[in-house]
């Protein structure tokens, strides 16, 4: 239950924010809480195996489905029998509807109003949604019916390693980890002048120059620890002493990391602006973060049977809290500010947002304002079923209220663009 309402949630996403690069993530995400849902798994190999299977269940549910259908009547197959019985309604229905229609004019409207308007494109379009929609379903139906046992699958038992193999390796990367943090303990606190002159940098570079090497830090952190929690011996009071400490400080220590690299980054938006690949890496070294919170967790209790399922549950609360922060609003309202600080704005970057970032945009000057406006105000789809949208309503709304102009002669480089 708690799989398909994280399901539903983040299908949700589509109807509440305009930015379609969050509602593919959001869309990803869904694919595997949906198999989740469905066909379940504990284990990380049953879950692994859960995002495979689920994909191809449409087609392995066809034969079973064949085999579920009746295979004759008193008067033939059942399948010919209902095709006929289709093929002759619909033959009829179309005559005689068709004749009535050149009968009356009113009952032609009538009947014109009902019919949906018939083309290629549509055809092709509702033909693929029947295919997926209904393919998903059978394979649903086909997961439920003949569940596979996912939820017991686990790898082979890894053979341990001597105390002195791993202990070894894992306490010196603890110092080269306490050397690092002692370095950026002196940065935060009150030693900044000293290292920056060090390095020759400003802080601006200083952030940008380390960011990215510290989120490859923290994620190869995390598999350093899954290898010594697979392959380390805990047979013995002193074997469970060691995993205890010596993981326990790893991820001590790698949570000063990834506070580390969100302070980089803090600067680095401050100094070249928000946009969205920084903000969700910064989203990613959060879930990081707590990622860390939960094996040293894991690491004191020596038990993990909850953390894989955490760890994928744990991203996608990651997405859902993206998208309550309204991303693409957020960036256009960090970069409204700094504009007004530096009076430094790029406005052919802003101007390629979703309708979600028009409220702070309106905050703009003329004529930034029209300049970042006027593209997202034209490529607002009409409104309609599929384009119902909370975010492009309030577009919608704001511009409205406040037409953007029609003078854009001052941003050439947005036109050009």
């Known amino acids: 239950m708690v799989w398909a309402a994280l399901t539903i949630a983040l299908v949700s996403v589509g109807y509440v924010r305009a930015a379609g690069w969050l509602f593919v ?11 989740l849902a469905v066909a379940g798994g504990r284990t990380p190999l049953g879950m692994l195996a859960t995002t495979v299977l689920t994909p191809v269940a449409p087609f392995r549910a066809l034969p079973w489905a064949a085999r579920g259908v009746p295979r004759s009547g008193p008067g033939g197959t059942t399948i010919g029998r ?6 002759a309604t619909v033959g009829l229905l179309f005559v005689f509807g068709l004749l009535f229609s050149s009968a009356d004019a009113i009952f032609a409207d009538l009947i014109g109003n009902l019919v949906p308007e018939v083309s290629l494109g549509a ?63 002196t940065v935060l606190f009150g030693g900044s002048k000293h290292v920056l002159r060090t390095a020759g940098l400003s802080y601006a570079g200083y952030a ?39 993981l326990g400080t790893l991820t001590a ?16 938006a401050d100094a070249y602006g928000a946009t969205r690949l920084r903000l969700v890496v910064a989203t990613v070294e959060l879930w990081l973060g707590v990622l860390f919170v939960l094996v040293g967790v894991a690491a004191v209790r020596l038990r993990a049977a909850w953390l894989p399922r955490l760890v994928v ?26 504009y007004r600080q530096t009076g430094m704005i790029d406005l052919v ?18 004529p930034q304002r029209t300049c970042a406006l006027r593209l997202i105000a034209e490529e607002l789809p009409d409104e309609g079923f599929f384009a119902t949208n909370l975010g492009r309503a309030a577009a919608r709304d704001r511009l409205r209220e406040s037409p953007i102009g029609a003078d854009v002669g001052s941003c050439p480089s947005l036109l050009s663009w």
């Open 25 to 35: 993530l959001c869309l990803l995400a869904a694919v595997v809480t949906a198999a």
């Open 82 to 87: 209902s095709l006929a019985t289709v093929a």
């Open 123 to 185: 055809t092709v379009a509702w033909l693929l949604r029947f295919a997926l929609i209904g393919g998903g379903l059978l394979g649903g139906a086909y997961l439920l019916v003949a569940p596979a046992e996912l939820d017991g699958l686990r790898a082979a038992p890894a053979r341990k390693v001597r105390r002195g193999e791993w202990a070894v390796p894992l306490a010196l990367l603890d110092a080269l980890f306490a050397a690092f943090v002692l370095v950026q303990l």
């Open 208 to 246: 940008r120059g380390g960011f990215w090497q510290l989120l490859a830090v923290s994620a190869l952190t995390l598999l350093v620890i899954a290898g010594a929690a697979r392959w380390a011996p805990r047979s013995t009071r002193v074997d469970r002493l060691l995993v205890r400490v010596l």
């Open 253 to 268: 220590l790698s949570l000063v990391v990834v506070a580390s690299a969100l302070y980089r980054m803090q600067v680095y």
């Open 313 to 338: 549950g744990t991203a996608a609360l990651a997405l859902l809290g993206l998208a309550a922060v309204n991303p693409d609003g957020l960036i256009a309202e960090r970069n409204v500010d700094r």
């Open 349 to 366: 970057y802003l101007a390629r947002l979703s309708a979600d970032a028009v409220p702070a945009l309106d905050r703009l000057p003329e």
